[in-house]
């Protein structure tokens, strides 16, 4: 037993040097304080976290929130039909469903998102059929937007919600299903009583990467909401890269990180106590 301990000594040092290290260094920084030139004076301050409460940037991170929130449940709705059919379909479907699905990541990220722009401009591919076909009559604006920024993360990010959520369907024991139809439930409460409750796994998998994903992207904005939209990412990228004001960029990261902790946690345990109430009505 002591020596399969060692076999995670490798992960421990990885974790460790990669993850915690440098976190440990953001929050140390998160508390210090900025000369007029950029530079880091090792001072401690709360300045970085007192600007954190400006009005500016607290109404971009809420706007960062309701963004990532509305990119999962979108990506949550579509993606679950769609896992749900491909793990009760032929392996011969199945197949074919995930290579369709993994072929975006065959492509660099930055080329796919910017496709789009040659979708949605103004003298995109998008805009020319609509007035070719007569259904409008000047170009609409698509691009720079927030539609657009919505649309971009949720085509960029629907296979981190299938994949998860095809490995929990697939998994789910088919026998509950014929033993509840037999009994006269209907195929909705089978769904929702049976195999909602037990994919709940890849449910909260997809959720946390689509969310922590989309909560620090900054590419998808920059390129598909311009100046016009912005996420707390881009302003933690200006900070470090542009403004050379590293405490403040460090307790935007530091504040980014504990929010999507919080929200992930109670998520999780919405979760479960929705599992344990359909438990409970399962049994009376």
Known sequence: ??????????????????????MLIVVVMSFMERDTLGNVVYNFSWDGYKTFWDSLYLGIY????VLSITTT?????????LAYYLANSSPRVQNWGLI???????INFLIRTYAWVLLLRTQGVVNS??????????????????????????????PFMVLPLYVAIEQIDRRLLDAASDLGASRWKAFWHI?????KTGIMTGSVLVFVSTAGMFVVTDILGGSKSSMISNIIQSQFLGARNWPFGSALSVIFVLTSLVLIVLFSR??????????????I
Not at 62 to 65: E, L, R
Not at 73 to 81: E, K
Not at 138 to 150: D, H, I, R, S
Not at 195 to 199: H, I
């Open 195 to 199: 195999a909602l409750p037990q994919s």
């Open 100 to 106: 369709l699905i993994t072929i975006p990541f065959w």
């Open 129 to 158: 059929l609509l007035i070719h076909f007569g259904w409008i009559d000047e170009p609409l604006q698509m691009l720079y937007t927030k539609g657009a920024v919505l649309l971009g993360m949720v085509y960029n990010f629907i």
């Open 73 to 81: 449940v979108i990506c949550l709705v579509v993606s679950y039909p």
């Open 270 to 283: 919405v979760m479960k106590s929705r599992s344990d109430r359909t438990k409970e009505e399962g049994n």
């Open 1 to 22: 037993m002591n020596k399969s301990k060692w076999f995670f000594t490798p992960v421990l040092l990885w974790l460790g040097l990669f993850l915690i290290v440098p």
């Open 62 to 65: 809420w706007d960062t929130i």
